[in-house]
């Protein structure tokens, strides 16, 4: 029976408020309850299951696309859990397979080929290249590293905050981990 916004914290109300937020907090494990500035209940949960982890069978293309989409759709405010590694590797798999036919297409045209020969051999490129952009729009979709994706799970873009020092020790870190 929340009515919008709690006024004050200290009030009958606010105190009912809080005691259900901590029974819900203890019951389903959630770390913090917050409110964003519009009064709605925004639920933290802490990862429980690890970092997301880039999978072993993803080819080295594909390894520095997943790292990019994971920053990319982790700045977009997408809570990503370590269940989702497998997903996020989908999707950047497919994106590697298309720079890697990009890269063979320039390689054929450049070829001392017939003409008849590079057609062919373009026209098949086309086919696999639409079938990898199909594949990624979907998954893409999936993981929520779509507007539309993000807008059906309900985030929204937050504004951009400055770093702490903290924050920037902890991303250095991740940096370097990443180097290594």
Not at 40 to 46: Q, S
Not at 93 to 118: C, F, M, Q, W
Request: hydrophobic share 40%.
């Amino acid at each position: 029976m929340n009515r919008g916004p709690m006024r004050d914290p200290f009030s009958r109300r606010g105190e009912r408020e809080a005691r259900r937020e901590a029974a819900l907090a203890a019951v389903v494990g959630i770390d913090a309850i917050k409110h964003d500035t519009s009064g709605h209940v925004v639920i933290a949960t802490a990862p429980t299951d690890g970092e997301l982890v880039c999978p072993d069978w993803l080819n080295a293309i594909g390894q520095e696309v997943w790292h990019g989409l994971v920053a990319d759709i982790t700045t977009a405010g997408v809570i990503l859990r370590k269940v989702d590694s497998h997903a996020v590797a989908m999707a950047a798999y497919n994106l590697g397979a298309i720079k890697d036919l990009s890269v063979e297409e320039d390689r054929i045209l450049t070829s001392r080929a017939t003409p008849k020969a590079k057609a062919k051999a373009k026209y098949t490129i086309s086919q696999r290249t639409r079938q990898h952009q199909q594949t990624i729009e979907k998954w893409l979709e999936k993981i929520g590293a779509t507007p539309i994706s993000r807008a059906r799970m309900g985030i929204r873009q937050a504004a951009a905050k400055d770093l702490g020092p903290i924050a920037r020790l902890l991303q250095k870190k991740q940096e370097l981990a990443r180097g290594a």
